[in-house]
Every structure is written in structure tokens, then in C-alpha cells.
């Protein structure tokens, strides 16, 4: 994999090894396996770790290539969504775990050992889903690519829309939840809005709107502008539409409605991404159908 970084004014003055840590984002790993290959140039000439970059120079990185390998017979099944030489979507089913944790220790199925065993190498999770909460999951092939997307997280270039069925109708149909968000305990998972909290910002659209056995139900879309844990499905009982099927964070009427229905777990999926491709640079859009155990 061949990285290109012309030197910004912001960057001018620059020792190579700060580039490359910092705006280049490789790992200190990667930096001397590509100098020990003799991979690192500037402006197509050998260049030293101490000398400053300046401004319109051209670095190059010739990164080891990525080779993946066939998955086993045993590999459990996967959806792959897109890949390159950089990057790997894939499609996560509930209640699959995103990766090993208490609930699923090492050795269990978890959508991170798909990947690795579909790769036959380690992978580098960019975010997760809650187990519950079906959709795209962006895996990079290299941390450097890693590093980058969850840089973009940071700044809000990475774009995550979801669909959410939820009891009742939000007022008004569209808006902003700004509703910080924290613990609701020291050592709980739960959480809550409280004024104490991290800001935690969604916005949302209702998309349709259904009468089931003298209930209402809405299917929303919905963009967390934060990236707080459990934040969409806290935000959408703050504003008192629970999540169908959300046994954490129902109300007494939505857990009566998702009983009837039969409802395993809380009707969310990931249906689309948006960021900046690491290696290319170019934007780049990710979408998969939602999937929900409710489907009137």
C-alpha cells in the first residue's frame, strides 16, 4: 500500500518523524518496519528521521502489502459490505457481539473473530455496536487506518445514521435532542440523562408512523452527533419513545407493547456510514437495509 502526503504549511518545519507520527498517523510499529525497508521517501529521495519537511514536499510510505487470506471451512458466516486494501465493512446481526468482553469471553463468537478468521490475521475495530443492535461495522486492515477514521470520530467527519423503531410518536417529528448523558451509578452500564453528564447531541426524523393493537409506533431516523455509550437508545426514552424491544431503558407501556409482539432485543440498525477513505482520500458512502426483528 503506497501513502502520499504533500507537506502542508501547517506542517512546514516538521522533523520526517513528526510528520509521520502525527498528520501521517502511522504507528511507531509501522515506521520502522517501512525504514528498515528502506520505504520511506521524500519527494522520491532517501530522507532522515531528524531532517524537517517543508512545505509542498511530496512523502511517500510504501507500506507492507496486505495479503488476506481464504476464511477456514469452519469460519463462521459474514456479510461483507465493502473492503480494499484498507478497509473492511461488514454487516452485524443481534445478537452478536462486536468482540471478546464479560459476556463473551475469548474464544466466543464475536463479529471481531469472524473477521480475523475471514482476514486470517488480526483486525482493527474503528467502532462497535451494542450486541443488540444490528448494521455496518468498519473494520481497518492496518492501525494506521484506525487511527485516522477514529480521528474523524473526534472531529464529527464520521457520519453514522441509524433506524429505530419506538413506541409512540416524538414532538415535534423532527429535531435535536441535546440531552447530556452519564452513568447512572459509578459502576453501573446504565445510563441517564443528568445535568452532570457528557454532552450528547442526536438529531432525528420520524420516517413513518403505525397504529399496532391501539398503539402508536414510529420508525425513526436517527444521527448521533456524539458518540456517547447507549446515547440513541437513552435519548429516544428521554424524549419518551422508548425503543421497541429495549428492555434497559423501556417505559411500562413500551415493555407491554414489545412483550405482544415478541420482541428478542431492541429494534436498532446501523444503515449507513460517511467518512474520509485514510488512503485516498475521497468520501466515502456505506449503506446496508435496516434489519429488525419487527417488520409490520
Known amino acids: 500500500m503506497r ?7 501547517s506542517d512546514d518545519g516538521l522533523m520526517l518523524q513528526q510528520l509521520l507520527r502525527g498528520p501521517m498517523g502511522l504507528s511507531g510499529r509501522e515506521i520502522r518496519t ?8 521524500v519527494d522520491a529521495a532517501p530522507f532522515f528521521s531528524n531532517q524537517p519537511v517543508r512545505e509542498g514536499m511530496c512523502v511517500c510510505v510504501e507500506l507492507a502489502d496486505y495479503s488476506p487470506t481464504t476464511s477456514s471451512p469452519q469460519a463462521q458466516p459474514l456479510e461483507v459490505i465493502f473492503e480494499d486494501e484498507a478497509l473492511l465493512a461488514v454487516f452485524k ?4 457481539q462486536c468482540h471478546p468482553s464479560p459476556s463473551a469471553p ?8 469472524r473477521v480475523c478468521a475471514y482476514l486470517g490475521r488480526p483486525a482493527h475495530p474503528v467502532h462497535r455496536l451494542d450486541a443488540e443492535t444490528t448494521g455496518i461495522v468498519l473494520f481497518a486492515k492496518l492501525p494506521f487506518v484506525q487511527a485516522h477514521l477514529q480521528r474523524q470520530m473526534q472531529v464529527g467527519s464520521f457520519e453514522k445514521v441509524y433506524r429505530a423503531w419506538v413506541y409512540g ?9 441535546d440531552a447530556p448523558i452519564a452513568r447512572l451509578t459509578e459502576d453501573s452500564f446504565t445510563r441517564v440523562v443528568r445535568n452532570d453528564g457528557q454532552r450528547a447531541v442526536t438529531r432525528y426524523a420520524v420516517l413513518r408512523v ?9 420508525l425513526l431516523s436517527m444521527l448521533p452527533l456524539t458518540g456517547r455509550t447507549h446515547q440513541l437508545r437513552v435519548h429516544a426514552s428521554h424524549i419518551g419513545c422508548p425503543l421497541l424491544g429495549d428492555t434497559r431503558y423501556a417505559s411500562g407501556e413500551s415493555a ?4 405482544s409482539l415478541s420482541l428478542a432485543h431492541h429494534q436498532l440498525s446501523a444503515v449507513s456510514l460517511a467518512f474520509v477513505h ?16 419487527f417488520n409490520p
Request: proline share 9%.
Open 3 to 9: 501513502l502520499e502526503h504533500i507537506v502542508s504549511a
Open 34 to 41: 517501512a525504514k528498515q525497508r528502506d520505504a520511506v521517501s
Open 93 to 96: 446481526p443481534a445478537p452478536l
Open 106 to 113: 475469548g474464544g466466543s463468537d464475536t463479529l471481531e473473530g
Open 169 to 177: 410518536t416524538p414532538e415535534p417529528q423532527s429535531g435535536e435532542i
Open 210 to 218: 403505525l397504529s399496532i393493537g391501539g398503539e402508536t409506533v414510529s
Open 256 to 259: 407491554r407493547l414489545s412483550d
Open 278 to 293: 485514510p488512503v485516498t482520500h475521497a468520501r466515502v458512502s456505506l449503506s446496508h437495509p435496516a434489519i429488525f426483528d
